[in-house]
């Protein structure tokens, strides 16, 4: 039962251009989403996140949109750095927020090359 | 920067035999949890802790499973009679409240491998 999906498994981009991971959720009470980036034995860093009660939040480089109607969210990285190749999580906080887990989806490998 | 500390990185054991991973969340948060990630697969919620008692836990989270925090800075993850399939990165994490608006932070997390 995925109720967070990210069906890319991977994502190569250029340095310089814009990397766009995407996040598809099923449960219509989830309210509030979070971006994680991992290294490899690391633990998950928190890199944004964005209530439901907004369609995009934005820092530095790196924006969220969410449409929920389509229960999908997408983060935004320009420009894109060798640095930020990585594995990211998309994350949502369960039922409403009544709740307090997240619910994490497979991730997406993103390779930046040079 | 305050961050969540876990120890030890890395822990092998026999099959059957009991381990205690250990965490130090951000000294101002409330809320803690424990989280894992077998090899190749997602990371899976395991158990949320606030105000010295378990508020929610997965299905993962079963008599073999259980958490503490003895002192005012440790948070322990027990695993009892360990299992091959227990094998995984275990994460704990912290956060100054629940839910929504609310972001959690996650320590480094233990490398745990059952033999």
């Known amino acids: 039962d995925q109720q967070v999906k990210q069906n890319s498994p991977s994502l190569s981009v250029q340095e310089g251009r814009i990397s766009i991971l995407n996040c598809d959720y099923t449960?219509?009470?989830?309210?509030?989403f979070l971006w994680y980036k991992k290294y490899p034995a690391e633990g998950p860093t928190f890199l944004i996140s964005i209530s439901s009660i907004k369609d995009k939040n934005e820092d530095g480089r790196f924006t969220v949109f969410l449409n929920k109607s389509a229960k999908h969210l997408s983060l935004h990285i320009v420009p894109s750095q060798p640095g930020d190749s990585a594995v990211y999580f998309c994350?949502?906080?369960?039922?409403?927020?009544?709740?307090?887990?997240?619910?994490f989806g497979k991730g997406t490998k993103l390779s930046v090359k040079p | 920067e305050p961050e969540v500390t876990q120890t030890p990185s890395h822990q092998v054991t026999q099959m059957g035999q009991e381990v205690i991973l250990r965490c130090v969340p951000i000294?101002?948060?409330?809320?803690f949890y424990w989280y894992r990630q077998i090899l190749g697969q997602k990371v899976e919620f395991l158990v949320s802790f606030y105000n010295n008692e378990i508020s929610e836990k997965s299905e993962i989270f079963d008599d073999q499973f259980s958490v503490e925090r003895p002192d005012g800075s440790n948070f322990t993850l027990k695993i009892r009679s360990t299992k091959l399939e227990d094998s995984a990165m275990y994460f704990c994490a912290s956060s100054e409240a629940r839910g929504e608006g609310k972001t959690q932070y996650f320590g480094p997390g233990t490398r745990l491998l059952v033999l």
């Open positions: 994350a949502a906080i369960g039922y409403g927020g009544s709740q307090g887990n997240l619910i």
């Open positions: 449960n219509s009470m989830f309210d509030y």
């Open positions: 000294s101002n948060h409330l809320y």
